[in-house]
């Protein structure tokens, strides 16, 4: 418990007095506060896209998987860059004081999130609270930079009041208090978080296809069958239709279909993509989704794989870029008769 009232004075004195809490400092005092800086920052503020990321990676079982929780964790990556540069603001072998600079960075964010989850988020664009932070660090660092020069023998130890120690808590409270809001959040819509998952049962759907004919869950019974969800809009997709192409023609033989799944939201949905089948010569069957399919499967990114077996069973799940060997492996588990 000292040791903890300790780093709260530490963390509030750098608000109250940065200069004499960073010439006071030592090595030791500040070794550990980058690291519950950043801690407090993800479950303060990021808890919910690395909530999300984690369900899309449960659900996908697989190390194909992988891309889709990384991806969550780049949340974090203007905290880094913004660690870096105050580093080099403070200069060489004063590492262990710039996690302190970084408090007005923590602070901003997790407040912007705590307001959100309380139904009043801040009207400003993505990622300015970031910038804001960011701004706020690079400042401190250079005002307490001429205090850095001055070593811990030499300068006068910090005071320690009250008040240091309060605001230190509510430094600790706050990112506390909006984790506990998003961690509920999470529990309470933990399966409707992550797609549509192997395992599960194939949702209940209709829709259409390109030539107006009918097109529903019974649809996905015969044979195996690839759901492939783009847009016209989709980069990935478009470097990626050619592998489904080739998968349509090669494994036909063996009952295997493509169906693309059209998910354009603006604009005349049957003529983009009547002019994207053109454009790809696409000899696969293709379906208008106007958000019924993408909602039943809990679609969140494009392309998006669900692989069924000719029961109707989902045997693989995966978004995004895929190897064509990883694709004909699924596919040849899905097609291969039971023993």
Known sequence: MN?????????GGMLLRPRATVAALSPDDGARDGLVFILLLAVGAH??????AVADFSAMASFAALPALLAGFTVLIPWLVTTLAVEAILGPLRSFRAALCMLPMLLAVVFARLAAGLGHPLPVPKYSLEIAGAVLAAGLALWVRPAVCLSPETAAPAPRRPASALVGALVLLLPLISAGRDAADLAAHWQTLAPVAVGE?????????????????????????????????????????SKYVALHQDLASSGFEVVGVNCDREGDQRAIAARYRDDKQLPFRIVLDRGALARAFRLSVYPHLVLVDALGQIRWVHQGRAMDSTLRDAIAAATRPDP
């Open 201 to 241: 049962a194939v949702p209940d759907f209709h829709a259409e296809d390109l030539e107006g004919a009918d097109f529903t869950t019974a649809d996905l019974r015969g044979g195996a069958r690839l759901l492939v969800f783009f847009t016209s809009w989709c980069g990935v997709c478009n470097d990626e239709m």
């Open 47 to 52: 808890l919910l896209p690395l909530g999300d």
């Open 3 to 11: 040791r903890l009232r300790i780093a709260l004075a530490r963390w």
